[in-house]
């Protein structure tokens, strides 16, 4: 199974210029998601968590 190209740029790309922007409007909190229930998909092959990894 391929990972999720979009996973493996995440902490470099996304997520880097992300925080910057943030730092640079003077933003106090941001969300990241990290708080996201995880609901079981009807596709048993490939479940939810796969999309959430890493």
Request: aromatic share 12%; glycine share 4%; charged share 25%.
């Amino acid at each position: 199974m391929t990972p999720n190209p979009d996973i493996l740029c995440n902490s470099e790309i996304k997520f880097k210029l992300f925080l910057e922007k943030a730092i640079n409007l003077n933003f106090d909190y941001i969300a990241t998601g990290h708080y996201a229930r995880i609901e079981t998909g009807l596709e048993k092959t490939r479940p939810v968590s796969y999309r959430l990894l890493k």
